[in-house]
């Protein structure tokens, strides 16, 4: 079952202003100036940089999710990540302080992504394309954080999916 996570307005205004405006219109018209003002074609080449950066931005940008028979994945262009079903212990939309100090990913243009760490949540892992539609998964090493476009119907399927806990004996 797949579930798209979808830009938010914030992440598509990033997206578009930043990073097709600054990322390749101003190289670009910079490029074309400069060979205007030159006469030399090879300051063409200028905005590809600017573009190969965006392109690995945007590879590692989550663009699903999917419950597969083993876990939940976190659908990218690179970097694909399992969550097997057994490591989840639960699944919510409880909203939580999330991002904060120690930040390895990448925050803003197509979502936020990578490990974090806040005092009031811990460690957590973002994968959000979007601060909205969060789904927040409890695993054994932190929180796992999700923006799937229906989150409701996620957490339904997910919680489904879940291994049940067997209750003890108290002695």
């Known amino acids: 079952m797949h579930f798209p996570a979808s ?23 910079l490029s074309v100036a400069l060979v205007a003002a030159t006469g030399d074609p090879s300051a063409l080449i200028l905005p590809l940089p600017f573009l190969g950066a965006l ?3 945007q590879g590692l940008a989550p663009s699903g999710y999917t419950l597969e028979e083993r876990g939940v994945r976190i ?14 212990n639960a699944c ?26 806040n005092p009031r949540t811990g460690w957590h892992y973002l994968a959000i394309t979007n601060t909205d539609d969060l789904v927040f998964l409890e695993t054994a090493g932190g929180v796992v954080v999700l923006s799937p476009t229906d989150p409701d119907e996620f957490v339904r399927a997910l919680t489904a999916r879940l291994p049940t806990a067997w209750p003890t004996r108290s002695s």
């Not at 999330?98 to 243009?109: K, Q």
Request: a positive charge.
């Open 7 to 29: 830009l938010g307005r914030r992440q598509r205004l990033l997206a578009g202003v930043l990073g097709v405006g600054v990322g390749f219109v101003v190289p670009f018209l």
């Open 75 to 88: 659908e990218r262009r690179w970097l694909r990540r399992l969550i097997p079903y057994d490591r989840v």
């Open 92 to 117: 919510d939309r409880r909203r939580r302080p999330i991002g904060g100090l120690l930040a390895v990913g990448i925050n803003g243009l197509f979502g936020s992504y990578g490990p974090r760490w």
């Open 55 to 57: 392109w690995a931005i």
